[in-house]
């Protein structure tokens, strides 16, 4: 089956300190996203990429899609307190049916004052 | 703009009682829908999908099953609750971009 690995499991930052989470498919995707969970909350949608070699930013937070479709990574320039959480890669594989998500392990970000 | 909601938001629950989760999204018609789990600290399992009313396919064999009465409700139930079945369990529904998740139910089984 489709599996998608994440890593690190887990990373402290000092606060201004940069953050990147990779993230890698055994099969090539057709999109992935990714998504941040707040401690007690549900997984928020962040973005999607879509094309090989995509690469997207949103603030402080730069996403790359790999030209084979099958990693991706989330960096984050200048860690703040706000940037706590778990960060999520999805990938999308399509069925015929209907798109299923397939969610990585996680990475768990904790920023240190 | 389409909203989703989940309910109840904690539950605790003995062992072999029954269960029934349900969610609900506005705004939209006809939407994929989808049930995860979340282990404590774990990431998240994809346990049932649905296109449609009336139509459920099964990601892993559970103690759980899943309903689509309705085009914009999912239900998910079990006739009796294991240990195993604690977690956090999250409603979601698919759209162009991505994906957007219920606030979910945290299930304890004691």
């Known amino acids: 089956g489709q599996q998608v690995m994440q890593i690190p499991q887990y990373q402290h930052v000092q606060e201004g300190e940069d953050f990147t989470t990779y993230c890698n498919s055994s099969?090539?995707?057709?999109?992935i996203q990714w998504y941040k969970q707040r401690p007690g909350g549900h997984p928020v949608f962040l973005i999607q990429?879509?094309?090989?070699?995509e690469v997207k930013k949103q603030k402080r937070l730069t996403f790359q899609f790999g030209e084979a479709k099958k990693n991706s990574s989330l960096h984050i320039t200048a860690t703040q307190t706000t940037d706590v959480g778990t960060y999520f890669c999805?990938?999308?594989?399509?069925?015929?049916?209907?798109?299923?998500?397939?969610f990585g392990t996680g990475t768990r970000l904790q920023v240190m004052l | 703009s389409q909203t989703i909601h989940q309910w109840p938001a904690t539950l605790v629950q003995p062992v072999g009682s029954p269960l029934s989760l349900e969610c609900t999204v506005e705004?939209?018609?006809?939407?994929?829908l989808y049930w995860y789990r979340q282990a404590a600290g774990r990431g998240l399992q994809l346990l049932f999908y649905?296109?449609?009313?009336?139509?459920i396919s099964s990601e892993v064999p559970q103690n759980l099953s899943a309903s689509r009465p309705q085009d914009r409700q999912f239900i998910l139930s079990s006739k009796k609750l294991l240990l195993s079945d604690s977690g956090f369990y999250l409603c979601?529904?698919?759209?162009?971009?991505?994906?957007?998740f219920g606030s979910g139910t945290r299930l304890t089984v004691v």
């Open positions: 979601a529904w698919s759209w162009e971009s991505g994906y957007t």
């Open positions: 099969t090539t995707l057709s999109n």
């Open positions: 990429l879509v094309k090989s070699g």
């Open positions: 999805a990938g999308l594989f399509n069925t015929g049916t209907a798109s299923k998500l397939t």
């Open positions: 705004g939209t018609s006809n939407p994929n």
């Open positions: 649905s296109v449609g009313i009336g139509q």
